[in-house]
């Protein structure tokens, strides 16, 4: 991954943490690592939802939506991880996995939420 590249990606974690919180959600962490896989964001909404988030951040739509950079290996590492997560501090609630797809514009960026996108 080029500098920028990552730069982008920072920037785009840090604006979709922004987004969650204003929408009333409670960051929990950021970055959870599991072996090889890695959540972005584990935010929580209310006492009962765990929301396990992958961020996909793009300058633009030119080689597709960022959402479609989701592969199924990428999926099931995330859910791997996000078992491990629940294993760690004994969650006994509902969980999701949620993706947040930010395309880069000129005023910042633009932020789709899909949740229950995968299982």
């Known amino acids: 991954m080029t500098h920028a590249a990552h730069e982008l990606g920072q ?4 604006a979709a943490a922004t987004f969650l919180a204003e929408q009333g959600y409670t960051i929990v962490t950021q970055g959870y690592r599991h072996r ?3 959540v972005d964001l584990i935010v929580r909404r209310g006492q009962e939802l765990l929301v396990f988030v992958e961020v996909k951040t793009r ?3 030119q080689y597709g939506f960022p959402e ?5 290996r990428k999926r099931q590492l995330f859910r791997l991880a996000a078992e491990q997560y ?12 949620d993706i947040l797809a930010l395309r880069l514009t000129s005023t910042g960026f633009h932020i789709e939420h899909f949740e229950d996108a995968f299982y």
């Open 68 to 72: 479609e950079f989701v592969t199924e």
């Open 11 to 14: 920037a785009g974690e840090k």
């Open 59 to 61: 300058s633009s739509a």
């Open 36 to 38: 090889r896989a890695e």
């Open 86 to 97: 629940q294993l760690d501090v004994d969650w006994q609630g509902d969980i999701r996995f």
